[in-house]
């Protein structure tokens, strides 16, 4: 299944910006979220995932201390609030359900989907300098 994300828009440097992504049909919570974006000539990232079970959450590096995952179970929704935004965080960004996550101990170390899983309606980020 495919979710959907927007939220994106154009905004500068050292702005914020929070994306959504929201599934009809379905419970959110049901499942590990997470996001994933993709600058243009770049390959695709995961950014940000939240466990269904432990509410355990990963960042990728480049945005430790300037991203946050967090859901609203009520609004069937999962949210990525996004801080001190720069030039490189430029991309399009996705969310989805259906992932691969690689754990140690009780942590989340990295998270993956399949090379063929369909993507939903992306959101476009744009950073100016």
């Known amino acids: 299944f495919q979710l959907q994300a927007c939220g994106g828009g154009l905004v500068q440097s050292g702005g914020s910006l929070r994306l959504s992504c929201a599934a009809s049909?379905?419970?959110?919570?049901?499942?590990?979220i997470g996001w994933f974006r993709q600058a243009p000539g770049k390959e695709r990232e995961g950014v940000a995932c939240i466990d269904n079970i432990s509410g355990s959450t990963y960042y990728t590096d480049s945005v430790k201390g300037r991203f946050t995952i967090s859901r609203d179970k009520a609004k069937n929704t999962v949210y990525l609030q996004m801080n001190n935004l720069k030039p490189e965080d430029t991309a399009v960004y996705h969310c989805?359900?259906?992932?691969?996550?690689?754990?140690?101990?009780?942590?989340?170390?990295?998270?993956?989907?399949?090379?063929?899983?369909?993507w939903g309606q992306g959101t476009l980020v744009t950073v100016s300098s």
């Open positions: 049909g379905f419970p959110l919570d049901y499942y590990a």
């Open positions: 989805a359900a259906d992932l691969d996550i690689n754990w140690s101990d009780s942590s989340i170390i990295n998270f993956t989907r399949a090379p063929d899983a369909a």
